[in-house]
Structures are given as structure tokens and as C-alpha cells.
């Protein structure tokens, strides 16, 4: 019986070089000389640091600028508040990965709302899709590229 997995992955490897790329192009910037501003990756956060909320978001349009030539969606990422502590100024970006429970339900509704004949079941951070036709699966795929979840959403394993 065919099937696909729905997933939401972020290439770590793309993102480290993006980031590579920020940090060269914020140290050769003219408006950014002698700021010592830097972007460092934990895991899956970002950090970035600068003299100012508006260096900070310069080098957000940077970052994004950067992640999206190297096939990296931005909408993975979670921005949050910029924080300043003394004479520097702070904010964290978070790379959202995997499809958790709550964005799965969501994605499970969607495809039973649109009648299509398969079945959808959630698991742990995918959800796997079958049905008895490639086509229907292929309507499936075509429906949840269109719907905004939020999150971007690779289709990987299809098999006949």
C-alpha cells in the first residue's frame, strides 16, 4: 500500500555554513567595525550578539538572507525578544524541528477535512500518510504544501 512520511526537518549542516557566511560578512561590514558582533550556534539555537537592538536586527536580515540562499526555510526559525545586559545587546533564534503532537493533529484534521481517502496516523515527530492510490497521496501532498501550518513540511519514503 503506498505511503509517505510528513516531516519537518532543518539542515544543520546548511545552517552552520549560513552562519559561517553571517559571521565573515558582519566582520568585514563597515557599519559593523569594531562592534565585535557575532552569531553562535548551541544545538539548535542561535545566539546573536551586538552593541545594539539595531545591529541586532541587521544581522537577523543577514542571517535570513544567508539561510535562505542555502535551501534553508525561514520559517523554522523562532525569534525571540531582543534582551540588552550592560553595553551589549542579545537574541536568541531557535530552529524549530520535527512535527510535535499539537502541529500533528492539525495536519491529521486537515487531511481528513479534505475527504481524501487514506489514512493518516501521527508517529512520534512525522506523521505517516497511506492510502490505495499514488494520486490521492499526491492530492494529499498538493493540500498541505497550500496550507500554512507554520512550519515547513518535507514529504520523504514515498513508496508504492
Same mark, same amino acid.
Given at each position: 500500500?503506498?505511503?509517505?512520511?510528513?516531516? #519537518?526537518? =532543518?539542515? &544543520?549542516?546548511?545552517?552552520?555554513?549560513?552562519?559561517? *557566511?553571517?559571521? @565573515?560578512? $558582519? !566582520?568585514?561590514?563597515?557599519?559593523?567595525?569594531? #562592534?565585535?558582533? +557575532?552569531?553562535?550556534?548551541?544545538?539548535?539555537? =542561535?545566539? &546573536?550578539?551586538?552593541? #545594539?537592538?539595531?545591529?541586532?536586527? /541587521? &544581522?537577523?536580515?543577514?542571517? /535570513?538572507?544567508?539561510?535562505?540562499?542555502?535551501?534553508?526555510?525561514?520559517? +523554522?526559525?523562532?525569534?525571540?525578544?531582543?534582551?540588552? %545586559?550592560?553595553?551589549?545587546?542579545? *537574541?536568541?533564534?531557535?530552529?524549530? /524541528?520535527? $512535527?510535535?503532537?499539537?502541529?500533528?493533529?492539525?495536519?491529521?484534521?486537515?487531511?481528513?477535512?479534505?475527504?481524501?481517502? $487514506? *489514512?493518516?496516523?501521527?508517529?512520534?515527530?512525522? =506523521?505517516?500518510?497511506?492510502?490505495?492510490? @499514488?494520486?490521492?497521496? *499526491?492530492? =494529499?501532498?498538493? &493540500?498541505?504544501?497550500? !496550507?500554512?501550518?507554520?512550519?515547513?513540511?518535507?514529504?520523504?519514503?514515498? %513508496?508504492?
Amino acid at each position: 500500500m503506498p505511503s509517505f512520511d510528513v516531516v #519537518s526537518e =532543518v539542515d &544543520m549542516h546548511e545552517v552552520t555554513n549560513a552562519l559561517d *557566511q553571517a559571521n @565573515r560578512e $558582519v !566582520a568585514t561590514r563597515f557599519d559593523f567595525k569594531g #562592534s565585535e558582533a +557575532c552569531y553562535r550556534l548551541d544545538g539548535s539555537d =542561535v545566539t &546573536m550578539e551586538a552593541e #545594539s537592538e539595531f545591529q541586532l536586527k /541587521q &544581522m537577523l536580515d543577514i542571517l /535570513q538572507t544567508k539561510l535562505t540562499r542555502r535551501g534553508v526555510d525561514i520559517e +523554522c526559525l523562532e525569534i525571540h525578544e531582543p534582551e540588552v %545586559r550592560g553595553k551589549r545587546a542579545f *537574541q536568541r533564534l531557535t530552529l524549530r /524541528q520535527g $512535527v510535535d503532537k499539537e502541529l500533528a493533529k492539525k495536519i491529521v484534521k486537515l487531511i481528513k477535512d479534505g475527504k481524501f481517502k $487514506v *489514512q493518516a496516523a501521527i508517529q512520534g515527530e512525522k =506523521v505517516r500518510v497511506t492510502g490505495k492510490k @499514488r494520486d490521492e497521496l *499526491q492530492r =494529499v501532498i498538493a &493540500m498541505l504544501r497550500e !496550507a500554512k501550518v507554520g512550519l515547513p513540511l518535507q514529504f520523504e519514503n514515498f %513508496r508504492e
